[in-house]
């Protein structure tokens, strides 16, 4: 096996974990404006199973939306100024900081990695840097993550929580180095990414879907900062259930308040990553891509055509095809550089 589809092997095995969803539910009701519920803890299965199947509909039509790099512009900023400075800084990467970079743009922005979850992503990172001749050749040794993909096996939440649990039992320093670099990672995000607004034509187009369909935000962001983010931009009105994080995945999100409740040809997911448009075609339900790069024509698009073909039957087959076909060649699986 060469080392592009040994890394592509290993990197699904990884994801395949990480979409186990052992983490509870956390929502916030924001129709109206006002967050009912956010909780500050991890909240019981049952009571996540009955926050979101007890969503009462008020149509036939149902849209879940990603937030980050779907509806707000945030992912550029969050990666390139919080996560590549901190894996730098953290994991003693400064000798080979331009290839740090440059390999961790690709994996979290700019590859089929894009939207991963932190451990997964920082893993492949590590794989990436690992066989870079131009690494060996500065004599800077990658951590090898060993006692991280334990973790990420281990069925513990891939979280930091998640993360300080499962050091306790199993102490390790390249686990307490991971904790430093999550720990750091949400400190510059809260200290830098504050005022990123939505994407040109999401509020128009919010507005024209809310008024023809049921709307939940469908994400992997902790609900707390998810719904002062909406609210904070006033978009969250338009939004029928803000579901985050906690529910584990975004497909226990469409199983619990959508499927079953609307047909599925009545269900329709936005988000700007493939991990989106896999989770859309697990539950067996229609996909929207916001393009990288091109996320205001993408949402222009949404409004002028998408949407009404939704409402009335022509998005399948080859209207959809076609979107996908272009979302995938935007986020390719190999990297530009040779590996
Ligand atoms: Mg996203």
């Known amino acids: 096996m060469d080392m592009a589809a040994m890394w592509q092997c290993n990197w699904q095995s990884l994801a395949t974990i990480c979409t186990d969803g052992t983490d509870g539910v956390k929502w ?164 830098m990414v504050h005022d990123v607004p939505p994407f040109a034509g999401v509020r128009e187009s919010l507005a024209a879907a809310s008024a023809v369909a049921d709307l939940m935000v469908v994400s992997a962001t902790p609900v707390d900062a998810l719904s002062r983010e909406w609210a904070e931009h006033d978009l969250a009105g338009y939004m029928d259930l803000i579901a985050g994080q906690e529910a584990g995945t975004k497909g226990r999100h469409l199983e619990l308040a959508a499927k079953g409740t609307y047909a599925d040809d009545h269900i329709l997911l936005i988000g700007d990553a493939p991990a989106d448009r896999d989770t859309a075609a697990a539950a067996g339900v229609l996909f929207y891509p916001i393009n990288p790069g091109s996320e205001a024509d993408s949402w222009r698009r949404f409004r002028d055509e998408a949407l009404d073909r939704f409402l009335t039957g022509s998005y399948a087959g080859p209207y959809q095809d076609a979107l996908l076909a272009q979302f995938t060649a935007l986020l390719p699986t190999t990297p530009p550089w040779r590996v």
């Open 28 to 191: 916030g009701h924001a129709k109206g404006g006002t967050v009912t519920h956010v909780a500050e803890h991890v909240a019981p299965a049952d009571e996540a199973v009955a926050g979101l199947t007890s969503f009462q509909p008020r149509g036939d039509h149902f849209i879940g939306i990603d937030s980050d790099g779907c509806v707000f512009d945030a992912m550029e900023i969050k990666h390139k100024e919080c996560f590549i400075p901190a894996t730098i800084k953290c994991w003693h990467l400064q000798a080979v900081s331009s290839l740090v970079r440059e390999t961790a743009e690709f994996v979290n922005l700019y590859s089929d990695g894009r939207g991963l979850n932190r451990w997964l992503a920082l893993l492949r990172v590590f794989d990436l840097l690992a066989v870079r001749p131009e690494v060996a050749q500065r004599g800077v040794r990658v951590p090898a993550g060993t006692t991280l993909r334990r973790f990420v096996a281990s069925g513990f939440p891939l979280s930091g929580a998640g993360l300080r649990d499962y050091a306790a039992l199993h102490p390790d320093p390249e686990l307490d180095s991971a904790l430093r670099w999550t720990d750091e990672v949400d400190e510059r995000i809260a200290d």
